[in-house]
């Protein structure tokens, strides 16, 4: 390059200028082939498939299940008597305490080894609902529980259902009833799995707990939180909780290809703020400028109008992405296994749809509005419920001050009702004990199925857990195809008896692979850039 000529100072500072610029634009180039180049390598090396199912674990699953003609009519037959009795929750003081007394009385029938097996030991919990210790030849060996809950949320065959929801009826392969998926099928599968690993003479190595609840549908207050109070008491300490919430999905996100195991890793918080305006009654023939109604609603509009800040990358929703961004095609491969690039252009994208706005923030939720008395009275009082799900990086005092700040308005009055922070997360690296348990589970029984972590935007019992461990996990192999989501709580609840079977053998494997000392060290592991 030939040095130009610097003649007076009006060129030299010219030259300065152009060699800047050229700077900075090769700076730029520089750096947006480093980061593409970086991306790229990230985007074909991130297999997380990997690591630890590569890796030599110490054979422990000795006991095979092979489930014959008669064993599979009775284990149906039983499921289905779970789903015919109906435990419903109406509310925290409404529940059928009829069908629950009915359904104790089923288990023990149903199972009679679990409940006379000397490994055993078995107490009800407030009454209906139950706590199970099965003994471990090896006390050293942290104990784990499994969760799951008896009661349902109610149905009505008005409703549309194909078969009453209580009826249990076959239909195409399917069984049909409330609580096929939430949640009877894992608590039928693992006390199932249970009775056939007693049956076939197991005993476990490491002790493990079994919970089931009676009154999750309404918050769990009795009998997750007694079961939870009863195990504080005796000084125990857990390994792991799993218990419901995600599943495996198929055909549900758009752009991912396969299915894919979500283990749910947390749960968002929640808040119930009710906002009120109070003002002196009159006639409607002399009103005010503006009534109670119209404050309250022009506040309720500011908190629909100011959704809370997008917050996408920031919880473990962006692992979930990562994880499964190699089963997306370009462009969308590219930006998922870039989240440290991308996450703001990606939280964009997802928070256009509601069902995927609820992973990219806390969301904002009206659920009650309530005023007026009369035709001609203007009322004095008019109240709102607002129900807040909180993202993993808010708090619950954060996301109080926020809509505080939103309102902006003395008249109206915000008040907590009730409400707690978002779980913690817990972890799913290559020492999560419980989260590589179930990994390597489901890869045992699904080789074709991606396994990520994931976090429910509902809540479940194991919230109630948090004291006695880090690491909760919510998971059961369902497999959810293009539909099913609605059918949770919703109208034509079902699952089929191929993936009830499978729900049975999970838990059966998965208790064995618990027996373990200790995780394998990573094989070759696939570590991010
Ligand atoms: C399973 O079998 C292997 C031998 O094949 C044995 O070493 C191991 O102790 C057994 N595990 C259990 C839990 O019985
Ligand atoms: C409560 O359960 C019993 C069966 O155990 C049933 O006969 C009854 O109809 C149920 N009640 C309601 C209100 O659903
Ligand atoms: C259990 O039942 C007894 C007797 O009906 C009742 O007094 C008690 O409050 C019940 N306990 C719970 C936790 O529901
Ligand atoms: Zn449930």
Redesign the pocket.
């Known amino acids: 390059m030939y040095p130009l000529p610097v003649t007076g100072r009006y060129s030299g500072s010219k030259f300065r200028i152009f060699k800047f610029l050229k700077i900075i634009i090769c700076s730029l180039l520089i750096t947006v082939l480093l980061l593409f180049t970086i991306a790229s390598i990230r985007t074909f090396s991130l297999d997380v498939n990997a690591g630890l199912q590569l890796a030599h674990w110490e054979k422990t699953n000795n006991i095979s299940l092979a489930i014959d003609h008669s064993q599979r009519e009775q284990l149906l037959t039983h499921f289905k008597e779970a789903i015919r009795i109906p435990t419903v929750s109406f509310s925290e003081t409404e529940i059928n305490t009829t069908a629950l007394l009915e359904f104790d009385r089923f288990l023990r029938k149903a199972f009679p080894t679990v409940f006379s097996s000397s490994l055993v030991h078995h107490e009800l919990v407030?009454?209906?609902s139950h706590l199970f210790w099965v003994k471990g030849s090896q006390p050293d060996l942290v104990p784990y529980i499994l969760l799951a809950h008896i009661d349902v949320v109610p149905a009505s065959e008005s409703d549309g259902w194909e078969a009453p929801p209580f009826s249990a009826k076959e239909i195409d392969g399917f069984i049909y009833g409330r609580g096929t998926l939430d949640d009877k099928s894992s608590l039928m599968g693992i006390l199932q799995a249970l009775e056939y690993l007693l049956l076939k003479g197991y005993a476990p190595r490491r002790g493990f707990y079994i919970g089931l609840g009676h009154d999750e549908e309404v918050h769990g207050y009795?009998g997750a939180m007694?079961i939870v109070r009863i195990l504080k008491q005796r000084g125990v300490q857990l390994s792991f909780v799993l218990d419901e919430g995600l599943a495996i999905i198929d055909g549900i996100f758009p752009g991912l290809e396969g299915p894919a195991a979500l283990i749910g890793l947390s749960e968002k918080g929640q808040a119930i703020v009710k906002l009120s305006v109070s003002m002196p009654p009159g006639h409607s023939s002399m009103p005010p400028r503006e009534t109670s109604i119209g404050i309250l609603a022009a506040a309720v509009k500011r908190l629909e109008d100011n959704p809370m800040p997008r917050l996408f990358g920031y919880g473990p929703e962006g692992d979930t992405f990562e994880h499964l961004a190699h089963k997306f095609k370009f462009p969308m491969k590219f930006i998922m296994s870039n989240l440290w690039l991308f996450s703001p252009l990606l939280g964009r994208i997802l928070e256009t749809k509601s069902v995927s706005n609820a992973f990219v923030r806390t969301t904002t939720a009206v659920t009650l509005f309530n005023a007026g008395v009369k035709l001609n009275v203007i009322p004095s009082l008019a109240e709102a419920y607002v129900n807040l799900r909180i993202h993993s990086a808010q708090s619950l005092q954060e996301v109080l001050d926020i809509v505080k700040d939103t309102v902006r308005d003395q008249r109206v009055k915000v008040e907590l009702i009730n409400g707690f922070d978002p779980l913690p997360i817990s972890a799913a690296d290559e020492s999560a004990f419980g989260f590589q348990i179930i990994k390597k589970t489901v890869l045992d029984l699904f080789p074709s199925v991606t396994v990520a972590p994931g976090i429910c935007v509902g809540n479940t019992d194991s919230r109630h857990f948090k004291d006695l461990t880090k690491n909760i996990y919510r998971f059961a192999p369902a497999w959810f195809k293009p539909g099913d989501t609605e059918r949770f709580h919703g109208i034509n609840e079902r699952i089929s008896m191929q993936n009830y079977e499978e729900l049975v053998v999970f838990y059966f494997n998965l208790i064995q692979n618990c027996d373990i000392r200790k995780l394998p060290e990573p094989h070759s592991s696939v570590h991010e850039l």
Do not use: D, E
């Open positions: 407030a009454n209906y009795k007694n």
